[in-house]
């Protein structure tokens, strides 16, 4: 069974990046077809879509985003990665990181999530 | 972008039947995923690829997609099915992107 578990600051000051770590266990990040995708929720709101990393490599973002975004993958440690520039208090969410499968990008399995809060 | 869109809350009573419906722009010609999210929890996949069900996931969730209209029905409503859910597509356009639903909150009167 995948699990799949966030890590990374609470807190973060205006302006900074944000940086989150995604521990992938009960599986291989690197073996099979699969996207690793990062979403938020902002309290009370609904989901949004951050970006997902292919098995590959490859990246798709939010165009929303696009400009502040990176995710990356790192294979030996089984984990990815999102960092998220000049961030402002609007970007204060829950971030969920997740495992979707083929190109329909179906979210099989998501990660309790991790509160972020944006604040001086 | 594409949009889809949600009614913010839908009630029913116990043991009847909740329908949920999602709109978009020829929604039918697309997969549509549907997630259950209770308050403190991560979402959970309840329907995918418009009307199968994930193991685990009781009979009495289905879907259906066509036309603009994509829907969640959840027979014999149980105080436990409240919670908010979420419609979801791939838009594969020339910037592809995960689109959510704005979510709808689900009453059990």
């Known amino acids: 069974q995948v699990q799949l578990q966030e890590s990374g600051p609470g807190l973060v000051k205006p302006s900074q990046t944000l940086s989150l770590t995604c521990t992938v266990s009960g599986g291989s990040i690197s073996s099979g077809s699969y996207y690793w995708s990062w979403i938020r929720q902002p309290a009370g709101k609904g989901l949004e879509w951050i970006g997902r990393i292919y098995t590959s490599g490859s990246t798709n973002y939010n165009p929303s985003l696009k400009s502040r975004v990176t995710i990356s993958v790192d294979t030996s440690k089984n984990q990815f990665s999102l960092k998220l520039s000049s961030v402002t208090a609007a970007d204060t969410a829950v971030y969920y990181c997740a495992r979707a499968e083929d190109t329909a990008m179906v979210i099989a399995y998501w990660g309790q999530g991790t509160l972020v809060t944006v604040s001086s | ?109």
């Open chain 2, 1 to 109: 972008s594409y949009v889809l869109t949600q009614p913010p809350s839908v009630s029913v009573a116990p043991g009847k039947t909740a329908r949920i419906t999602c709109g978009g722009n020829n929604i039918g010609s697309k997969s549509v995923h549907w997630y259950q999210q209770k308050p403190g929890q991560a979402p959970v996949l309840v329907i995918y690829y418009d009307s199968d069900r994930p193991s685990g996931i009781p009979e009495r969730f289905s879907g259906s997609n066509s036309g603009n209209t994509a829907t969640l029905t959840i027979s014999r409503v149980e105080a436990g099915d409240e919670a908010d859910y979420y419609c979801q597509v791939w838009d594969s356009s020339s910037d592809p992107s995960v689109v959510f639903g704005g979510g709808t909150k689900l009453t059990v009167l």
